[in-house]
């Protein structure tokens, strides 16, 4: 069994040491890219772009076509 995850939408599994994007196996922190949902690239900060910054809030995703977004 491995582990598996999404970034700004896009499928990743986890190699034993590195999240690695599934369509490609380059390494998550290699590859900046895009929300499939909204199509912008994050923040400088590393916002969602379509959300930007929450005042107060611990943790915002817009779900990026994989879920509802949330807002924690």
Excluded at 21 to 50: F, M, V, W
Aim: with cysteine; hydrophobic share 30%; net charge positive.
């Amino acid at each position: 069994m491995s582990a598996t995850s999404y970034s700004r939408g896009h499928a990743l599994f986890y190699d034993g040491q590195n999240w690695r994007y599934s369509d490609n196996g380059k390494l998550l922190q290699d590859e900046i890219r895009r929300c499939i949902r909204c199509g912008k690239y994050p923040t400088p900060e590393g916002h969602d772009a379509c959300i930007g910054i929450v005042k107060n809030a611990q943790s915002v995703c817009c779900g990026h076509g994989v879920s509802e977004a949330i807002a924690i």
